[in-house]
């Protein structure tokens, strides 16, 4: 079934971040995270669905994110290491765009 909405507004949310980091420099640095195949309420279905394996397997690194992904990415980009990134969408996929056994 497709997702229109959601796609859609994954989509806007990439945009709004360019368009505030626009608006927002020098002083403000704006980035989003697109996170792929986490454990969480929204993917539940899927894994129900589909299997976890499967998912997985959808991944170029063949596992589904860990809390430690996001959490990683989310102090990189709010730490001083991150001060020169602005107006990007950071995908946590582990692949999952790339690959070609993606279910997703």
Same mark, same amino acid.
């Given at each position: 079934?497709?997702?229109?909405?959601? @796609? #859609?507004?994954?989509?806007?949310?990439?945009?709004?971040?360019?368009?505030?980091?626009?608006?927002?420099?020098?002083?403000? +640095?704006?980035?989003?995270?697109?996170? /792929?195949?986490?454990?969480?309420?929204?993917?539940?279905? +899927?894994?129900?669905?589909?299997? $976890? $394996? %499967?998912?997985?397997? &959808? %991944?170029?690194?063949?596992?589904? /994110?860990?809390? /430690?992904?996001?959490? &990683?990415?989310?102090?990189?980009?709010?730490? $001083?290491? /991150?001060?020169?990134? #602005?107006?990007? #969408?950071? @995908?946590?996929? &582990? &692949? +999952?765009?790339?690959?070609?056994? @993606?279910?997703?």
């Amino acid at each position: 079934l497709p997702a229109y909405a959601y @796609s #859609t507004s994954k989509a806007a949310v990439n945009m709004l971040s360019r368009h505030l980091a626009v608006s927002l420099a020098p002083n403000v +640095t704006v980035n989003a995270i697109a996170p /792929g195949p986490f454990r969480s309420r929204m993917m539940r279905g +899927t894994f129900r669905a589909a299997g $976890e $394996e %499967t998912v997985a397997a &959808g %991944t170029l690194l063949r596992r589904i /994110g860990a809390p /430690g992904d996001i959490c &990683g990415a989310a102090l990189f980009l709010a730490s $001083e290491a /991150g001060s020169w990134v #602005t107006g990007i #969408t950071l @995908s946590l996929d &582990g &692949g +999952t765009l790339l690959s070609p056994n @993606s279910s997703l």
